[in-house]
């Protein structure tokens, strides 16, 4: 007898594997018809076990459709045979009762469903979280510490803020702009915090304070079983542990989660530097220098790339750049001090705009200056995490910028090129074992990317992601890093356990048969599949 969910977890493979080149995704129509039919009355069981400010989408229809297309186009052929726009977190613990008892796998997608490998689709039930919107934040009862950086001041810890699964980073902006308050997460304002947080979450305040789970101190998931748990430091310590990083989708489906806030006043830092290509090594060097320089500085921050876009090979080599940005707590003099060797680089023109560049705006201002958004269409990504030891030489930056020029281009006007999160500071603090996140001891997390648009031909997708495995083995030839960063999945990754969890992994597997013992949540990387 066949498993519906082993054929419908084979149409997730199948969806990767067709995104690769290598295989069609596997239909929704075809996996029922292999699996045995979910019938008309099963549909209006699910339906009518939900609250009134949710809704339940079948294939067909505009709502179907919208829902249904993840954030990375490469894995649009994968389609949902339903689709539960929740509202509430029995909504949640009923789709997946139901879910179980018909046979399909339920998979929840938190934003617009940014998973880098497309992990956040399915052939079976997906559990939309968008409508969980809600935001209430709580002030500590007096007693916060603060402290003045600079022009800064910050209360630490200054309250706690519990948010519905489907707020995203953008979501979060106005608390900061309107109140001053702040947790930090990542630069892409429509990626969700559900998944950012389970992964780990890096962004432009993580050296300040912490990584996106490290200032989360309660969460609530609806289990396998359909039933609800909190999970804190004192109830259920470990799945706790293992939601601190150990990636979405893997012990259950989160419906909010409480982090603590800190409380800003004043100004930061802020800068944006650009140079040609012709700059590439002495600009890597130097960042790379003072990224080891300030990796114990919490209020440094920077984020470093090189990149172009185009479809021509003018367009190509004339786009093709070398970039820093980031943010400082503390004063424009401190930044400039800690910028001097970049801002010494480039022609004249190169070193004014840059120079110009760094100055002071307010918190708000900084997290829409550092915003970006993930590539559109369609992408792929290789990641690592570097440390002292496997910092890129210049070879390597020559060998990633030949090959950068050799790109052979897409209608995606985000490109390709690699770019270079820097670590430290509150992050390193924190011991590898304490969370799921083991990358505690490092500089940086690397990322190598590829993009092309919807529209381009076949032939221009295999052609880049071709040129995105040379470039990351130009950059990489001997040996790839050891570690690479969970929340940039890549579905090609062999040693992804290893990778993404280190020693934690055998913990996490302990935690995932404690709680989801069926392996009802399943996907191609997730914790305990073979």
């Not at 910050?154 to 707020?167: E, R, W, Y």
């Not at 040996?479 to 993404?500: C, G, H, I, M, V």
């Amino acid at each position: 007898m066949i498993d519906r969910r082993d054929v419908l977890r084979a149409g997730v493979l199948g969806g990767v594997g067709g995104a690769l080149g290598l295989q069609a995704p596997e239909s929704t129509a075809a996996a029922a018809e292999a699996a045995g039919p979910v019938g008309a009355r099963d549909w209006k069981r699910l339906a009518d076990a939900l609250s009134p400010g949710a809704t339940l989408y079948r294939p067909h229809g505009s709502e179907y459709e919208s829902l249904a297309l993840p954030f990375n186009h490469r894995y649009a052929g994968i389609r949902p045979a339903g689709i539960v726009a929740c509202a509430t977190t029995e909504d949640v613990s009923a789709s997946i009762r139901w879910a179980r008892s018909v046979g399909l796998p339920a998979v929840p997608r938190s934003g617009l469903g940014h998973n880098y490998a497309g992990f956040s689709t399915t052939t079976g039930l997906l559990l939309n979280m968008a409508r969980m919107k809600s935001i209430v934040s709580t002030p500590a009862p007096g007693g916060a510490r603060s402290r003045v950086y600079g022009p800064m001041k910050v209360v630490h810890d200054a309250g706690t803020v519990t948010v519905g699964a489907g707020v995203t980073n953008g979501d979060l902006h106005p608390l900061l702009e309107d109140h001053g308050m702040f947790v930090p997460t990542g630069r892409c304002p429509s990626v969700g915090v559900a998944g950012l947080v389970l992964g780990g979450g890096i962004g432009f305040s993580d050296k300040m304070f912490g990584l996106t789970c490290d200032r989360l101190i309660a969460t609530t998931v609806v289990l396998a079983d359909g039933h609800t748990v909190k999970a804190d430091k004192d109830s259920h310590p470990d799945l706790f542990w293992a939601c601190r990083g150990g990636a979405g989708n893997n012990f259950g489906v989160h419906t909010s989660f409480t982090f603590q806030y800190e409380q800003f006043e004043g100004t930061v830092g802020f800068y944006q530097l650009r140079w040609s290509l012709d700059s590439v090594l002495p600009v890597i060097a130097a960042a790379q220098r003072i990224a080891q320089d300030t990796a114990g500085d919490r209020r440094f921050h920077l984020r470093l790339g090189i990149g172009t876009n185009g479809t021509t090979r003018t367009q190509i080599h004339a786009n093709a750049n070398v970039n820093a940005i980031g943010q400082f707590y503390g004063t424009v003099q401190e930044l400039r001090a800690i910028l001097d060797p970049l801002l010494k680089i480039g022609t004249s023109e190169e070193r004014d705009r840059n120079s110009a560049s760094v100055r002071q705006v307010t918190p708000g201002e900084a997290s829409e200056l550092l915003s970006a958004t993930t590539p559109i269409d369609r992408f792929a990504t290789k990641s690592a995490i570097l440390d002292s030891r496997t910092l890129l030489t210049d070879q390597q930056v020559g060998a990633a910028a030949e090959r950068l020029l050799d790109w052979p281009g897409s209608n995606n006007e985000d490109g390709a090129g690699f770019a270079m999160f820097a670590l430290g500071g509150e992050i390193n603090e924190v011991a590898p074992n304490a969370t799921a996140f083991v990358h505690r001891n490092d500089l940086f997390v690397f990322a190598a990317e590829t993009s092309w648009a919807d529209y381009d031909r076949p032939d221009v997708a295999k052609a880049n992601l071709h040129w995105l495995k040379q470039f990351y083995d130009d950059i990489f030839p001997r040996k790839s890093p050891d570690q690479a960063y969970q929340n940039f999945p890549d579905p090609t990754l062999k040693n992804w356990r290893e990778a993404y969890y280190g020693t934690n992994y055998p913990r996490l597997v302990k935690v995932k048969r404690k709680y989801d013992p069926t392996g009802f949540f399943d996907y191609p990387q997730a914790i305990g599949s073979s």
